[in-house]
């Protein structure tokens, strides 16, 4: 019988598989068949259902917390199903601090490596000692280094070489004993007494006062990357807009933010159906219901166009749409 999946994934479009396959412990992915299509899934908060799903959809939902005190760290190994938010809750209860920054982010343990999340200063690549995946072609547990992970920003080998290869089971931390906080993002500068819990507290403060909780109003965070500019053309956009906020990536290029291009552009509180471009950060399209993926998918190209027009920037969207039986990526068609 068909099940849906609205439940499934935080942006809440109405949509439908024929499985939901819930894996509660390791072995069970031994047995699992995974002819495609299969999608694996954590807490879906950076996953968009546009329509009804044809295949099998794997929940990860492993549990389990493993802590090794080392000479200067402590090892963390987490099971793939743990809530992120509440691992670092635990870390800072235990007084293991480092992962502060990264408080509030939603999802799973098992899908932090796949985007290399990242918010404050802080990207998750910093912690990983290793990455244990499941490999569906040799059914054998294989381990990665942080290294062999190829984490980049929003990204990594398991949206490259290992996608649909590979189902993340553990993922392995090591954080120092001797803590070094991350203050370079404003409002973390502004703290009197820098402590694990005031740098958690303030990066929850911050979330809260721009980014809707999606059990409250249905949105996936950040819908596109920040893109990542040649100098030459940071350089004639700053003659026109001198505000532009920009971070330096490399030698050649900058990022930028893509809310402030969003707004810049006028697209705040732009609506199609109920798919809306979010007004307190406009990096964030939220669902307030009665919509379809093909609105969103109207309202992501609209978005694209209006920015390359007016700053010959492509936005690429952070946010994995699945379309039918496959992940689709909307790419803009450059006008003639
Ligand atoms: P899902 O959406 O279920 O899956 C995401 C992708 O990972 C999918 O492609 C899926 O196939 C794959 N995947 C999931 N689990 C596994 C596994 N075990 N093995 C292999 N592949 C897997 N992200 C940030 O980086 N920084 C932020 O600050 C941030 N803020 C957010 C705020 C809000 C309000 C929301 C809704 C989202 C935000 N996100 C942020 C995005 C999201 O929280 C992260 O991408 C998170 O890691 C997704 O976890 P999930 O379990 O919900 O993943
Ligand atoms: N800005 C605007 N208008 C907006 C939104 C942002 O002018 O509507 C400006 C802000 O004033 C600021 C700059 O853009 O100068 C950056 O904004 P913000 O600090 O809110 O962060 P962001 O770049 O929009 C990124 C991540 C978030 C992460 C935060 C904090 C991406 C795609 N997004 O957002 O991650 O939480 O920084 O580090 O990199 C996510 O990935 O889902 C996500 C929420």
């Known amino acids: 019988m068909a099940q849906s999946l609205q439940p499934f994934h935080t942006f809440s479009l109405p949509s439908q598989c024929p499985q939901i396959s819930v894996i ?9 068949s995974f002819s495609l299509p299969f999608c694996i899934l954590g807490e879906g908060s950076n996953t968009v259902f546009l329509n009804d799903y044809q295949g099998v959809v794997i929940k990860m939902a492993t549990t389990g917390i493993t802590v090794t005190q080392r000479v200067h760290d402590y090892l963390l190994e987490i099971a793939a199903g743990e809530n992120w938010h509440q691992l670092v809750a635990y870390t800072l209860k235990q007084g293991m601090p480092g992962l502060e920054n990264l408080a509030l982010i939603p999802g799973t ?49 398991f949206k490259h070489g290992l996608k649909n290869k590979a189902v993340i089971t553990k993922v392995a931390f090591a954080l120092p004993q001797l803590w070094q906080p991350e203050l370079s ?86 609506r199609i159906a109920g798919i809306e471009v979010h007004q307190q950060q406009a990096l964030v399209l939220v669902n307030h219901g009665n919509s379809r993926g093909s609105d ?9 166009q209006q920015v390359w027009q ?27």
């Not at 569906?136 to 062999?148: T, V």
């Not at 007016?310 to 450059?334: C, P």
């Open 24 to 32: 509660t412990d390791n072995r069970q992915l031994q047995q699992q």
């Open 109 to 157: 343990v098992g899908a932090a490596p796949v985007q290399n999340i990242g918010a404050y200063g802080v990207e998750l690549a910093k912690f990983v000692e290793y990455v244990e995946y499941f490999d569906i072609a040799s059914k054998q547990f294989i381990r990665l280094s942080a290294e062999q992970c190829e984490f980049g920003y929003r990204d990594s080998i």
């Open 185 to 270: 993002y404003g409002p973390l500068q502004q703290l009197e007494q820098v402590t694990p819990q005031a740098v958690f507290e303030q990066v929850i403060k911050t979330r809260n006062s721009k980014l809707p909780d999606p059990y409250v109003l249905a949105n996936a965070g950040s819908f596109f990357k920040n893109p990542i500019i040649a100098n030459a053309l940071l350089n004639e956009l700053l003659l026109v807009y001198p505000q532009l906020p920009h971070y330096y990536y490399d030698g050649e290029h900058h990022k930028v933010a893509a809310g402030w291009l969003i707004e810049q552009a006028g697209l705040k509180g732009h």
């Open 296 to 304: 969103l998918v109207t309202m992501v190209k609209y978005i694209q």
């Open 310 to 336: 007016r700053y010959q920037i492509k936005l690429q969207h952070e946010v994995r749409l699945i379309n039918g039986d496959a992940e689709y990526l909307i790419n803009l068609e450059e006008p003639a």
